[in-house]
């Protein structure tokens, strides 16, 4: 039988794969415009393909808990913002 902390890195493995396929689709649709150019401009200035990827999907997960939390719809313009800032992450919602 899986123990406990198996089924927590499944779900925080999954929980990033997902993530990370959502900033693609962005990237590829182009919606947001924030997420291209934010991944070209990340890319310009030297940063691997993977951890722009884990960058975006942290801004990603971030707004994604504040929905949870605050009961809201997906903030767009906040979530743009905080993308084009990249690479400094933004600050954890409370």
């Known amino acids: 039988m899986s123990e ?3 089924i927590d890195n499944d779900e925080e493995e999954f929980t990033e794969t997902t993530l990370i396929e ?3 689709n962005q990237i590829e649709s ?5 997420a291209k150019a934010t991944f070209n401009k990340l890319t310009l200035v030297g940063y691997e393909r993977e951890e722009i ?4 999907a942290h801004v990603l ?7 949870l939390e605050e009961d809201r719809a997906f ?3 906040w979530y743009e913002a905080a993308l084009r800032a990249l690479p400094e992450l ?3 919602k409370k």
Do not use: H, Q
């Open 4 to 6: 406990p902390n198996d």
């Open 22 to 24: 959502a900033i693609e």
């Open 30 to 34: 182009d919606n947001p415009p924030a």
């Open 53 to 56: 990827l884990n960058l975006m």
């Open 61 to 67: 997960a971030v707004e994604i808990d504040a929905i």
């Open 75 to 77: 903030n767009t313009e």
């Open 90 to 92: 933004p600050p954890e």
